[in-house]
């Protein structure tokens, strides 16, 4: 028996790593063998003494194509040991006697090639193979996973499989490219006692033996290798398993009605929206599996999505808060979209990857808006994808969202494509695609797109195709040049705004916003970018197609508005397109005025939002100073929704990370004024009342506030915790234990600690005891002793300065008093003890903090060894954290001193606002 993996494959193997090293190795596979069918048995648990291998058999009927001579066949396999290999006609008869030990494995390209004596004619062949592999503990191909029986307390284990990106390999020889679809028929060898899921229904189990049984699928659609699926488990299903159903374990059973329930509708949405229903598809079976080990929120196998426990699961009480609750909505819509796409219509290789991402995404958020409109997703949308892949997308590391297909051919080149630009700036190009042409143009695009390349694979210009003939015909745009800006080039533009002739014209330029213009970026791209805009004249934040075009070779736009002078403008119409707005002083300080009236102007909260998020970034840079943005946020005293104080709260965490501890005092009393309406509509009190995002809402405000001691917030928290007790949502209960633990109830959250069984409430609870101001205490009777883990004393300690950041020089000071006292409660480990020091130092942003640090450096850091280059890096963070502060922040602290009544002369303040920002832009 002859085994790959041992000395002759390996031998063969580090010389083909050698050869391909030097020449160039190959990574994709050729055209002129096509699999079409894999009959393929997976025989699990049939040895005791080696219960994490299995054994496999694979027959993969193949067509030879082409003109080309075919004498070899090529197709992948990783970490599996070949026994036996045979190729067959399309009449059953033997082609050649295949002898194991001949099979070249390559490991650099995971290729396995199958010498041939003679050419292979074209026609049909099936090429098999018997081998073993384990079942791993990575969570790739074929892994292992438990979970403890309730009831029992007995040890339960099941098999799953996770075979994106390119693990298919791992758990059978395959043509594993997205392109060389092929149908599948499975079955799982198992033992009495478990059961098999697959993409497709059981059609029969049979006796192998005894104790042992073969379950036997359906034949799968035509479909990718990576969305072959398993697991192997004792699981109880929730529905019709030949239709739609939820399985999980027996326990969890009455904790999936949420999950099955979003499941329908969400499917029946699908079938509307896409009209093709997904019975059509292929396939007739739907489920949806949890597992206790997963590495993804969900994986989208054709006809067996699995969801790691914490997306299908609620655990009432604990886990079935509204957060909780969206975060099950948006991953059931997000991974039930792939059955179209991706499943039915997929990439044709890696650097296409947002074609199955993008949409995923995008109707993640809005497929749930339209079917829990409580949740708002729609504006939640702007705050947290397109705000937040914004800084992604302004650096040199980013990427662009279709890759040259030439540079993604490695594994690790193909892991590089699945990255949040796939995901969120996907969806957000998704998003104004859909604004710009109108929905009912747009889906009937997507429809068509969907219908024409089912079963099939597609490149971007298949889409942009059904884009195109569907563009409406008013507009003129060179579409080619506006699809591709956003999706080949990386990167987006920011519109500088200026008004004259007294507001009857205003010109538009664009530049490609950039957080950092040293760092190797290209800032001379340009896009072609639609513009949109309301005025006080004509205050229409609902039209969101594009009132013109800047085309990239045009140096300005201009807007006229002869009639009428405006008194404001807001460019980017609900954040609808892809882009930043800077507005000229006398511009910004207009719409301020605008947001301050009734009812802020009409502008909804998606632009207030932009515009708020849009300053932080220009003054982060050095477009304007962070006064005048604190300046405009006095504007929020009036607000009460969430979305613009999502967007706030963002830009002020860096900010107030970044402030000197002599301007905490005022940075306080700033906060209490801005929260005056929403703190009035809120306070630190739950209601019935409460729709989903004053809850959101709440427990930022309460956070931000109680972590500043600000309004009596810690005071007010403690009060209905001791007076008026009753236990928060699961939204809120985090905030509001951290809120009182600052108080004399640290010690009764302790409790709640103590006496908690619930893993992951008491996780929370840990979290939230650790946000005492009793830091000493806390340090030396939990963090020092021995009943926590080194896990939870990271934890605690970083919650201990995050959440008092007025405190972090005296805990600091408490840790390196003696380091080597921390180093032995973190296991003796020196390496999380630098990490431990080097995380705090994030918040130091003083000159006299950083002699703290350099002095704890030249005293300790040779207990360290290796890692005090952890600390010799932590020492270049701060000292750039500083000149950054010195460099942005100054003009800041005098302008919250002014406006709090400090004793700085107004003159100087006047003179610092008036610096030429010539100098913020170096």
């Not at 003939?469 to 080039?489: G, I, M, R």
């Not at 920011?494 to 916003?513: D, K």
Request: some cysteine; charged content about 20%; proline content about 4%.
């Amino acid at each position: 028996m002859n085994r790959w993996g041992k000395r002759t494959g390996l031998r063969l193997g580090l010389a083909l790593l050698l050869i391909g090293l030097c020449a160039g190795a190959d990574y994709r596979l050729g055209g002129s063998v096509v699999p079409s069918f894999y009959n393929l048995t997976i025989d699990v648990l049939s040895n005791a003494d080696e219960p994490t291998v299995f054994n496999g058999e694979v027959s993969i009927a193949l067509q030879v194509v082409g003109t080309a001579e075919v004498r070899q066949i090529t197709l992948h396999k990783d970490a599996i040991d070949i026994e036996e290999c045979w190729l067959y006609n399309g009449s059953g008869d033997q082609v050649q006697p295949i002898d194991s030990s001949q099979l070249i494995y390559e490991e650099a390209t995971q290729q396995l090639t199958v010498p041939l004596s003679q050419a292979l004619a074209n026609g049909a062949y099936t090429l098999g193979f018997k081998y073993t592999g384990k079942i791993r503990t990575d969570m790739a191909g074929l892994f292992s996973a438990s979970y403890v029986e309730q009831d029992t307390g007995k040890t339960k284990w099941l098999a799953v499989t996770q075979m994106q990106r390119i693990n298919a390999r791992l758990v059978f020889p395959c043509f594993d490219e997205p392109a060389f679809k092929a149908q599948f028929q499975l079955q799982i060898v198992r033992p009495s006692g478990y059961e098999a899921i697959s993409n497709t229904k059981l059609l029969y189990s049979s006796a192998e033996s005894k104790d042992r049984f073969v379950d036997h699928f359906e034949v799968t659609p035509a479909m990718s290798t990576y969305l072959l699926a398993f697991i192997i488990a004792e699981y109880t299903a929730r529905g019709n398993v030949s239709e739609f159903a939820v399985l999980t374990r027996p326990e969890f059973y009455n904790k999936t009605e949420f999950s099955f329930q979003v499941g329908q509708r969400v499917v029946a949405a699908y079938d509307e929206l896409f009209q093709q229903p997904y019975a059509s598809l292929g396939n007739d079976v739907l489920q949806y599996a949890t597992s206790p080990r997963f590495p993804h929120n969900g994986m989208e196998n054709w006809g067996l999505i699995i969801y790691s426990d914490d997306v299908l699961v609620k655990e009432p009480g604990y886990t079935d808060g509204w957060s909780d609750k969206e975060f099950t909505i948006r991953i059931i819509a997000h991974e039930t979209s792939h059955m179209w796409f991706g499943d039915s219509v997929t990439f044709s290789w890696w650097s296409y990857f947002w074609l199955n991402e993008a949409f995923a995404r995008y109707y993640e958020y809005f497929m749930a808006h339209q079917l829990y409109p409580e949740y708002r997703l729609d504006e939640q949308f702007v705050v947290r994808q397109m705000q937040l892949i914004f800084a992604t997308d302004a650096v040199n590391s980013t990427q662009p969202m279709t890759s040259p297909e030439a540079s993604i051919q490695t594994p690790s080149q193909i892991g590089y494509k699945f990255s949040s630009i796939a995901y969120a700036k996907g969806a957000c190009i998704v998003r104004m695609w859909r604004n710009v042409m109108g929905a009912n143009n747009f889906d009937t695009a997507i429809r068509n797109y969907l219908k024409q390349n089912h079963l099939g694979n597609t490149r971007p210009n298949d889409l942009f195709n059904h884009l195109i003939k569907n563009w409406p015909a008013a507009q003129y745009v060179n579409q080619e040049h506006f699809l591709s800006d956003f999706t080949e080039q990386v990167g987006y533009p920011m519109l500088i705004v200026n008004a004259s002739r007294n507001n009857h014209v205003v010109y538009v330029e664009q530049q490609r916003f950039l957080l950092n213009r040293g760092d190797g970026s290209d800032p001379d791209l340009r896009y072609t970018v639609p513009i949109t805009y309301a005025t006080n004249l004509a205050p229409d934040f609902e039209n969101l197609t594009p009132k013109i075009y800047h085309h990239k070779p045009v140096d300005l736009v201009e807007l006229s508005f002869e009639e009428e002078a405006i008194d404001w403008i807001v460019l980017n119409l609900k954040q609808s397109n892809y882009y930043r707005v800077l507005y000229d002083k006398p511009l910004l300080d207009s719409l301020q005025v605008a947001l301050s009236s009734s009812n802020h102007s009409g502008v909804p909260v998606e632009n207030r939002a932009q515009i708020v998020d849009d300053l932080f970034n220009f003054a982060r840079v050095g477009y304007i100073d962070y006064a005048n943005v604190f300046e405009f946020m006095e504007y929020l005293s009036q607000d009460v929704d969430y979305v613009p104080w999502y967007a706030t709260y963002q830009g002020l965490q860096f900010v107030a990370k970044r402030l000197p501890l002599n301007n905490l005092p005022n940075f306080k009393k700033y906060l209490s004024d801005i929260t005056d309406a929403v703190f009035a509509k809120l306070g630190v009190t739950w209601s019935p009342d409460d729709t989903v995002l004053d809850v959101y809402n709440r427990n930022s405000l309460v956070g931000w506030l109680c972590r500043y001691q600000a309004r009596d917030c810690n005071q007010l928290v403690a009060d209905k915790f001791t007076n008026d007790f009753a236990k928060p949502s699961p939204d809120y209960r985090q905030t509001f234990y951290c809120a009182a633990a600052r108080s004399e109830s640290y010690k009764q959250v302790m409790q709640f600690y103590r006496e908690e069984t619930n893993p992951k409430e008491r996780e929370l609870l840990w979290a939230a005891a650790s946000c005492t101001r009793s830091y000493l205490a806390h340090y030396q009777n939990e963090i020092l002793a021995d009943g926590s883990t080194v896990s939870q004393k990271t934890i605690a300690l970083a919650q201990m300065y995050e959440q008092n950041p007025d405190l972090i020089n005296s805990i600091f000071n408490m840790l390196a008093a003696n380091i080597t006292q921390l180093a032995e409660a973190l296991d003796n480990d020196w390496s999380t003890t630098a990490v431990v020091i080097s995380d705090l130092a994030e918040y130091f942003t003083t000159r006299e903090q950083y002699q703290l640090l350099s002095n704890f450096y030249d005293t300790n850091h040779l207990l360290f060894g290796q890692s005090a280059s952890v600390l010799s890096n932590a020492l270049e963070t701060v000292d750039q954290n500083v000149q950054w502060a010195e460099m942005r922040l100054d003009r800041l602290a005098y302008y919250l001193g002014k406006r709090n009544g400090g004793q700085q002369s107004a003159q100087v303040l006047v003179m610092l606002l008036a610096l030429p920002m010539l100098l913020a832009w170096l």
